[in-house]
């Protein structure tokens, strides 16, 4: 027995191997593996206010508060009471924790919605209705069609042929198209008998649990004989069974260990920059083409060209050949549980779109088998005999089928990328070429994926004779598949053009223009992606990333860590050939051990370059030595694709960044593959979509649609920054400046710890005179609207680069609140010293001083909050008039004699109020306070915005002058698309999936249509039972 889940004392040690027995909880329970349960929250009923407020308090402001608040509990130190800190600490404290509270709970619903999903698990012979979190491992249980798949299991048997199982992996890589697993033989036997499912009594022996998704090694011992298991035979948590009716699987991972959590990262605390630094610092409509002639065309289908359904109908023969080409040559398999409700199960999307473009008009891809083809063309019923399918590669970047027409023609039809197609062309096809070529450049225009369709009639004794040869590669031991590929070449020549077709991507709405609207904001695109490379890159031209403007786009592909590491450097030499030299600033800072600062420095390119890399590539530039490498290559990149990535390499890519750069990282994804990334991101967000809520509830902000990051960051985000720094400025402006008064009143005190203020100012002043003003900028204020934001994405750069809130910014702010406190205690000194009322009696008391202090200091900072004020609302009007209100109220009140004879000892201020206010030689040394303490502000920034002005003053003042004319509406510019033509195929499917066809072990035996004839919908003979 291995040591894999023995414990030693109170600690378990490391799982080296797993080893447990199909239905035998006995046996597995002794290993202590983790049942199926998960739990993505942080908190329980008793831990939250312990972890919440550790969390809170890392926040050194909110540290800093308790600090003094604990202070304040000792006479002998403070003379200010408690409540003056406690109150506003309680509140902040208060509204964060409910906050995360709420977080927490949605992350314990979503918990507690996944744990209790039903599965049908199999125990004493019989199948039982549980929870997903009840299943343990050793378990055998049944999934049945689109079932999400439990914990990661060994297949053992299905309902298919051959007990193949087809799976969808949207929530492990993204990719929505099919996939294919297959049981073992001696498994599937099992099938869906429940006594043999129960007698089974397999060991497996396997690798602990990890987080490789395309890689699984373990044995099944039955009956003393040992088979190998691979990842083909393995189904993972996330996975979502399709076009299968039932499966079973034996549970080899569960819950936390299966490969899916096993990727995914912990939920951190989250600071944000200016947190780190306050802790330093404390689309026209045409009529729609009517398919209502042809019953079995696709509902969903909408096409507005008439010409085209026109010549279909006049029997055009071209025209039918084309369409006759696209039903014939593919690998789609078709699904009818209802006749004439046909369903299509494709390998990529442009198979799919292509066929049902096909079956709309007119040639209805119908059945398949190993040997026959069933397409209803104009209503008629034909079949056709498969003969060969030679099979697409990414070598070949094409695909063919050899046919024979119930008229008895044998033809080969092909398809593929243009420019592999047009070498294979026959000479006559030359002027039709020409034409075709310049509607493939005005697809290409269109940033839309092409094709190049073309047929071949065959000679039958020359076909005869090649399928001998063709047979004999087949079955060849060595050089089977170079022996197939001169075949393929022999016959894929002197080819007829057809013609072409082009195909959208299917993104969603505004996602180019938000792509192209971030680059001009400086922000850097990197594509995290489990899409193959092909698929990526793809994506890439069509969301304008990648152009042909730019110098080059470096593919790295190694194999091993030295090719990476050549194909890195070989990139980097190209972009910045200094970068190389002994004096460059990066090599002379790592040779220097003794620098602690692993921040790299901007490195400029010498263009505009693109970076792409695949998974495996990636996982050893990601290795120590490399991914220094790795992050000065790619950073000097306009755009970085990396294709084939794990969920796990996606944060450990975000991860790298956060290391080297002094950048903030935002990551984006729609699915549970992308949760590591989205925790790992300084800020995360989730996209609600297809693949589930996980990446929702594990984000920091979430929204539908990818486009609405435009607003949330060059809007949103932009003002948030704004009014953070202008609230952070203002806080520590109007706290200096009411703070430091006390020092200066201290040399006059003789230091005795006497305030300045009334010790009712000193409470209310942060939690009722200053809050509301403050607190209606931080919500309403913006420099310009949403319109402008938009139109000129470089005002973000500020942001980029913290100019708004800083350590300058701070000692500024420091610098002003020392001058401001300065004329805040000296003129009312000023002004109060020896002075007489009008009737001759002296003012010039204490309690007098400190109600023209404070008087002086509320004005001042109501006056500079109006300042700082760049969007003026009714709310923030009534919240700086409203607060000085209140203050002449409270003051008045308190310090009447109808409360001091109430409350004597707390109100000692009587008469002060009406007795100073008024004096006119008051009001004149307030006002005095104000144009001293406002005249540098205004005068600094006049000058600075006339003889320094930032990006963003020049871009204001372009928007200043375009508020003279009409607001433009928001653009709407044509993108300028790559002219480069694409191939349908970056979609395309897993190698082999033709000879899996030919070979008809995914299919189930069907009643295929074996005559020509003309098709009803309503003909019995025609409907499939």
């Known amino acids: 027995m291995p040591l894999s889940g023995l414990k030693f004392g109170k600690k378990k040690l490391k799982e080296e191997e797993r080893h447990l027995q199909a239905n035998n909880r006995d046996f597995n329970l002794e290993f202590e593996y983790a049942n199926n349960s998960i739990k993505t929250s942080k908190y329980n009923f008793f831990t939250f206010l312990p972890l919440n407020l550790f969390e809170q308090f890392q926040r050194i402001a909110n540290a800093y508060f308790l600090f003094l608040l604990i202070l304040q509990l000792i006479p002998q130190v403070s003379s200010l009471s408690w409540f003056t800190t406690v109150v506003p600490l309680v509140l902040v404290l208060t509204v964060s924790g409910v906050k995360d509270a709420i977080d927490d709970f949605n992350r314990h619903k979503s918990d507690n919605h996944v744990n209790n999903r039903p599965v049908q698990v199999l125990i004493n012979g019989r199948l039982k209705d549980d929870k997903w979190m009840h299943i343990q491992v050793g378990d055998i249980i049944k999934l049945e069609n689109n079932n999400f798949v439990t914990a990661d299991l060994l297949l053992l048997s299905s309902s298919e042929p051959h007990s193949l199982t087809y799976i969808e992996t949207a929530e492990l890589d993204g990719e929505t198209n099919l996939k294919v697993k297959q049981a073992l033989t001696v498994t599937a036997e099992l099938g869906e008998n429940l006594q043999k499912l129960t007698d089974f009594n397999g060991e497996v022996k396997c690798e602990a649990p990890n987080n490789k998704l395309d890689k699984f090694t373990g044995t ?158 104009m209503g008629e019923t034909k079949v056709y005999e498969l003969l060969a399918i030679l099979d697409f590669n990414n070598v070949r970047k094409r695909m063919s089928v050899i046919v024979r027409s119930p008229e008895g023609d044998l033809t080969l039809y092909c398809k593929g990328a243009d420019t592999i197609v047009y070498e294979l062309l026959d000479a006559s096809c030359e002027s039709l070429k020409d034409e075709t070529m310049e509607h493939l450049n005005e697809f290409a225009g269109e940033g839309l994926r092409t094709l190049v369709v073309a047929y071949k009639n065959l000679q039958e004794d020359y076909f005869e004779e090649w399928h001998k040869r063709h047979h004999e590669a087949s079955t060849a031991l060595d050089g089977r598949e170079e022996k197939l590929s001169e075949l393929y070449e022999e016959i894929e020549k002197d080819l007829m053009l057809l013609g072409a077709t082009a195909i959208e991507d299917k993104l969603q709405d505004g996602v180019p223009q938000t792509i192209e609207t971030l680059a001009k904001a400086h922000i850097k695109i990197w594509v995290l992606t489990g899409d193959k490379q092909e698929t990526a890159v793809n994506i890439g031209y069509s969301c304008n990333m990648l152009h042909d403007d730019m110098k080059d786009v470096f593919i790295i592909e190694g194999n091993t860590s030295e090719a990476v590491l050549d194909e890195l450097r070989t990139a980097r030499k190209k972009m910045n050939p200094d970068s190389f030299l002994d004096s460059d600033e990066i ?232 001058y401001s406190s300065l004329i805040l205690f000296f003129i009312p000194y000023g002004a109060m010293y020896d002075a007489v009322r009008s009737d001759g009696k002296a003012i010039a008391d204490y309690q007098s001083f400190a109600l023209m202090a404070q008087t002086c200091l509320l004005i001042v900072v109501s006056v500079q909050i109006g300042l700082d004020t760049a969007y003026w609302t009714a709310v923030n009007q009534f919240f700086i008039w409203g607060s000085l209100s209140v203050y002449f109220a409270i003051i008045f009140t308190m310090y009447s004699d109808g409360m001091y004879l109430i409350f004597t000892a707390s109100f000692p201020f009587i008469g002060t109020a009406r007795n100073t206010l008024s004096q006119p030689n008051v009001w004149l040394a307030i006002f005095l306070s104000i144009i001293l303490c406002v005249l540098p502000v205004v005068g600094g920034r006049f000058l600075k915005a006339q003889l320094m002005p930032t990006v963003s003053d020049k871009v204001l003042g372009k928007i200043r002058a375009a508020k003279k004319r009409p607001p433009p509406p928001l653009p709407k510019t044509r993108l300028r698309r790559t002219s480069t033509r694409r191939s349908g195929y970056a979609f395309s499917h897993q190698h082999g999936f033709g000879a899996l066809i030919m070979s008809g072990r995914n299919m189930r035996p069907k009643l295929p249509f074996t005559t020509t004839g003309t098709f009803s919908p309503n003909s019995e003979k025609n409907r499939h039972k």
């Open 587 to 818: 090599n002379l800072k790592f040779e220097n051990p003794s620098m602690k600062s692993r921040i790299l420095p901007e490195e400029q390119a010498n263009g505009v370059y693109g970076l792409v890399i695949n998974g495996h590539s990636l996982a050893y530039a990601l290795e120590g030595n490399l991914e220094l490498e790795l992050v000065r290559t790619a950073c000097m990149c306009k755009v970085v694709i990396c294709c084939r990535v794990t969920p796990l390499q996606k944060a450990q890519v975000v991860e790298l960044v956060k290391k080297y750069k002094k950048a903030v990282t935002l990551a984006i994804g729609d699915g549970a593959n992308d949760v590591s990334m989205i925790k790992t991101a300084h800020i995360g967000v989730g996209i609600s979509g297809q693949e589930g809520m996980q990446a929702v509830l594990s984000s920091d902000f979430s929204f539908a649609q990818f486009r609405y990051l435009q607003r949330l960051l060059l809007v949103h985000g932009r003002w948030s920054y704004i009014r953070m720094c202008k609230f952070l400025r203002y806080f520590f402006y109007k706290n200096f400046a009411f703070t430091l008064v006390h020092f200066w009143y201290g040399f006059f005190s003789g230091f005795s710890a006497q305030t300045v203020y009334d010790q009712w100012f000193i409470t209310l002043y942060n939690l009722v005179y200053t809050s509301l003003p403050v607190l209606g900028m931080s919500l309403f204020d913006q420099d310009v609207d949403d319109r402008w934001s938009m139109r000129f994405p470089h005002l973000y750069e500020p942001g980029q680069q913290n100019l708004y809130f800083n350590k300058i910014e701070f000692v500024k702010c420091v610098l002003h609140g020392i």
């Open 220 to 377: 099944l011992t039955l009956h003393g004989e040992k088979f190998a298991l691979d990842n083909e035979k393995m189904l993972l948590r996330g996975c979502t069974i399709r076009n299968t009716e039932w499966c079973f699987g034996l549970v080899i991972y569960a819950g936390p260990d299966t490969k899916l959590m096993q990727n995914c990262g912990k939920t951190t605390f989250k600071r944000t920059s200016i947190d780190r630094l306050m802790n330093v610092l404390v689309l026209v409509h045409t009529e729609k083409v009517d398919f209502s002639y042809n019953q079995l065309a696709d509902p969903k289908f909408v096409f507005y060209d008439h010409s085209l359904v026109e010549a279909v109908k006049l029997d055009d023969a071209a025209t039918h050949g084309f369409f006759r080409l696209l039903s014939l040559c593919h690998t789609v398999m078709p699904e009818e549980k209802k006749a004439g409700n046909l369903v299509y199960q494709a390998q990529s999307p442009d198979e799919g779109a292509l066929v049902t473009a096909a079956r709309n008009f007119g040639f209805v891809f119908r059945a398949r088998t190993p040997e026959t083809i069933t397409v209803v063309e």
